[in-house]
């Protein structure tokens, strides 16, 4: 084979004779291409000898299988990403107020900023400190949803589905975080999220009920706590433990921010609940409370989320730097609930719905529908038998079989008005007062687009012990109302013998969504202290149960 130019290497081998040496040539083609290849001489002679053409076909062959394999791998490796949930990218400029990427070409929409002062904030790297136009609206009482889809609400322009923004969070189950779930003590079972596992996976959740300030006066809040342990311990989710809070008041923030600092260990908290349960509030009240000792907590607060009364403020995960240790603290969308009632009213009437004042319990029957019960020539009373009970627009009790002394107390917020009327006259009484003395719905447009109270659940309950409620029944993103087979004030005023177990019959009527929870009685206001009882535990109960603090 003649000699080309190729790169020599020079290597000594020894020879039979060790006293004479020599050095033998040796030399390595270099690669060379396939025209090279194919034009360069065959390895050999004679017909074996392999053709260009077949030289060119078994390369062509190679090459197309090489392409399979690639595009193969390809596939299998997109399919893995695909499967893999997206996390939101912390590199986009968002508002700080509610999360929502700054733009500046729809003004209606979240995140909408003018382009000037965009251009002057981004030159100057402050892009960070932008308030969106939505936000400025909002923190002055407006109320703009922009929240669509299952669990959305109605009115005015949707931007975000509430699917979307549950899709924001499940990053969440793949991270390592601690979790501050928030619960809203006034519609505990509306807004618990019982399959918040979904979205935390396995991280360490801390359980805070916020807006305690609401309940009624004279509550002993460790019967409170201890019922709240209870009901979680049914709902078999474990927390680390468990603490009662108000963000009006502080009262009970200073012992989350000792939890959080003993748990965190250096991971990122995310604050997380159900819309409209308090996030921001509480996020505020946690900066406040640690911006005494806290240098970086103190800077933190004066970019803090926006609260408003407006279900959905939160469009995207806002990041605070609030720990000195290392460590992110974060607000989060909330997660919307198709069941409450929420999702049904106009966002006009949203506010309606959030108790502004500490909880008065209402009683009926009052004094005026007892006395106008009773048989001429008799002191029989029926009671609330054969009566309907209307809370606002929203909600519709028919009274079907009760003991004459039974009453029904109502926890919500005090603008929805609560109205008696028999129930062979309820149908027409809804019809004609729906959005008069009925409200919400309120507005003519909102009357007419009105469903009415589609779904309806008749309730059996039954009583053992007369000297406490026999139960609550509880109206998702509402409030509650509790069961007395015999009123108080009826023990107190007329003591004689009377039944000491039995049954009840009511039909509760609500929009076809709303979900209705039938629950052991709240215990509130002085009377609860009086009646509850504290169940005896076993040691292995006492060593998992998990501690509340207030």
Not at 398 to 426: M, Q, W
Not at 462 to 477: H, T
């Amino acid at each position: 084979m003649a000699l080309k130019t190729l790169s020599t290497f020079l290597t000594p081998l020894p020879l039979q004779n060790p006293k004479s040496r020599t050095l033998i040539l040796f030399q390595f083609p270099k690669s060379r291409s396939l025209k090279a290849r194919l034009s360069a001489e065959p390895d050999g002679t004679g017909a074996a000898a392999p053709s260009p053409g077949e030289r060119f076909l078994e390369h062509h062959h190679v090459a197309e299988a090489a392409k399979l394999i690639i595009k193969e791998n390809k596939k299998n490796r997109n399919k893995k990403n695909k499967d893999k949930p997206l996390k939101a990218s912390r590199n986009v400029a968002s508002c700080y107020g509610c999360g929502a990427p700054l733009q500046t070409s729809d003004e209606e929409a979240p995140g909408y900023v003018n382009l000037e002062t965009y251009e002057l904030k981004k030159k100057h790297r402050q892009l960070r400190t932008v308030l969106c136009g939505r936000c400025r609206l909002l923190s002055h009482g407006k109320m703009i949803t922009a929240v669509g889809g299952h669990g959305g609400y109605n009115g005015g322009r949707l931007f975000v589905t509430a699917e979307e923004l549950r899709e924001k969070l499940s990053h969440l189950r793949h991270e390592k975080a601690l979790i501050v779930k928030l619960v809203d003590i006034v519609d505990f079972n509306g807004s618990f999220l019982s399959r918040v596992r979904d979205l935390a996976g396995a991280n360490p959740i801390i359980l805070v009920v916020t807006k305690i300030d609401l309940l009624p006066r004279d509550t002993d809040l460790n019967c409170v706590g201890d019922w709240i342990v209870e009901a979680i311990t049914r709902k078999k989710l474990n927390v680390l433990s468990v603490h009662l809070t108000s963000s009006k008041s502080l009262v009970g923030v200073t012992g989350v921010i000792s939890e959080i600092q003993k748990e965190k260990k250096g991971r990122d908290v995310y604050i997380l609940g159900s819309a409209n349960v308090g996030k921001s509030a509480f996020i505020n009240a946690l900066l406040k409370t640690m911006a005494i000792n806290d240098p970086v907590a103190a800077s933190a607060q004066k970019y803090k989320p926006i609260q408003s009364a407006v279900p959905g403020t939160t469009l995207g995960p806002i990041p605070i730097n609030a720990f000195l240790g290392g460590g992110k603290l974060y607000d989060t969308p909330g997660v919307h609930l198709h069941h409450r009632q929420t999702a049904v009213v106009h966002s006009e009437d949203l506010p309606s719905l959030a108790p502004q004042s500490r909880l008065r319990g209402q009683s009926f029957p009052s004094f005026q529908v007892r006395s106008d019960n009773v048989e001429e020539g008799s002191s029989k009373v029926n009671g609330l038998n054969a009566f309907s009970i209307f809370w606002g627009g929203l909600v519709r009790i028919d009274v079907l079989k009760v003991l004459p002394e039974t009453s029904l107390t109502f926890y919500g917020p005090n603008r929805l008005p609560i109205h008696v009327v028999p129930t062979e006259a309820a149908d027409e009484f809804y019809q004609k007062e729906l959005g008069v003395l009925l409200t919400p719905p309120s507005g003519k447009e909102n009357v007419e687009n009105w469903k009415g109270l589609d779904s309806q659940r008749k309730l059996q309950i039954k009583f053992e012990d007369v000297a406490r409620p026999a139960c609550d029944v509880a109206i998702s993103g509402l409030g509650w109302f509790s069961v007395d087979p015999i009123s108080r004030s009826f023990k107190i005023s007329e003591p004689k013998q009377i039944e000491t177990a039995g049954e009840l019959l009511l039909s509760v009527h609500v929009p076809k969504p709303v979900e209705i929870f039938v629950r052991s009685p709240l215990p509130v206001g002085k009377a609860g202290a009086e009646w509850y009882h504290y169940r005896d535990l076993t040691e292995k109960e006492e060593a998992i149960r998990p501690k509340w603090y207030f």
